[in-house]
């Protein structure tokens, strides 16, 4: 018979276990699950820090590992020649602006020239709402580089329209404001992170290119092989610049709209991220190459399999 006024000491009569001692099981047990919570999380202190060294090593050894440019022979001289023909043209013809484009930007750069009388900023600082500015920075120069890695799979067609449509919109921007006489404004809002953000582009269209060698230049290799091996160094790549691309997003939602900041200090900036990119880069370098073509990510997870991971069903089926 159940006890309701005994403090709740029994539960129903004949030798019910006491709440005290269903108490101290509950404590046991939830000892034990911090100590299982405690395994869990230094057995994945391996495979942690193995994808640490990924990004610290095999990912720059996918750049600097290959010849000077190689990554971007196609895609820098496309956007070069693409970025210095367009502000040409529209720095001596200032009529062409509307045709290479959107209406957005040729208002946004006539409301420049008052901007840079009052001494105002290239944009408005959103101040608080900066971090929305980062992410929505962010997801849309991980599109545009996710689309140009994935025209590798038209032969790199696709990512050489991609890059030059791409180079044409920046060169015609700065030549728009070089006519107006007001490229400083224009320079002290890209400074900080432009190096990055360029330098990343250029990386997913080499990245993209990789590809396009597997399908049309294989070599002695079949052409599934010839992809398979030139998508994981691809990869990497890809790697590398969606990771230059988040720091460059923040540089641009956070330091780039600061209109206090005086020019040489965002230059400043801009030197710091080369500099950085640069050890970066040398860091992979300097990483000793795979022992094979298996990632070190995949032998540590082979190796070191998590404790929270379901093990062989040992139980005999009952009768």
């Known amino acids: 018979m159940t006890d ?27 000892h034990a699950m911090g100590h299982g919570t405690l395994a869990a999380v230094a057995a994945s202190l391996p495979r942690v820090a193995a994808r ?30 693409s970025i210095i023909s367009s502000r040409v043209a529209v720095a001596r013809h200032p009529t062409l602006a509307p045709k290479l484009m959107p209406r957005g930007m040729i208002d946004r750069a006539n409301d420049g020239v008052r901007r840079a009388r009052n001494g105002e900023g290239y944009i408005d600082d959103p101040e608080l709402f900066r971090p929305v500015m980062a992410s929505g920075i962010i997801a849309n120069n991980v599109q545009v580089t996710f689309a140009t890695f994935a025209g590798g799979i038209t032969a790199g067609l696709l990512s050489i329209l991609l890059l030059v449509m791409n180079g044409v919109s920046i060169g015609s921007v700065v030549g728009l404001y070089v006519s107006k006489g007001i490229a400083q404004l224009l320079v002290a809002f890209v400074a900080p992170h432009g190096v990055l953000e360029l330098f990343a582009i250029c990386v997913a269209g080499g990245a993209a290119f990789i590809v396009a060698a597997g399908m049309l230049l294989p070599g002695d290799r079949s052409r599934r092989r010839a992809l398979v091996e030139n998508g994981r160094r691809a990869i990497r790549l890809i790697g590398v610049s969606t990771l230059l691309l988040l720091v460059a997003g923040t540089l641009e939602g956070f330091i780039s709209p600061i209109a206090w900041w005086p020019i040489e200090g965002k230059l400043a900036v801009s030197g710091t991220t080369l500099v950085l990119l640069v050890t970066y880069l040398r860091g992979g370098r300097t990483a000793a190459p795979p022992r094979d073509e298996a990632s070190e990510i995949e032998r540590v997870t082979d190796a070191t399999p998590s404790p929270l991971a379901l093990g062989p069903v040992t139980a005999r089926r009952a009768p």
């Open 52 to 81: 640490l060294r990924w990004v610290a090593a095999r990912m720059p050894s996918a750049v600097s590992r290959l010849p000077p440019l190689a990554t971007s022979r196609l895609s820098s001289p496309a956007r070069l020649l």
């Open 4 to 30: 309701l006024g005994g403090g709740g000491r029994t539960l129903a009569a004949g030798g019910t276990p006491a709440a005290g001692e269903f108490t101290r099981a509950a404590g046991r047990g939830r």
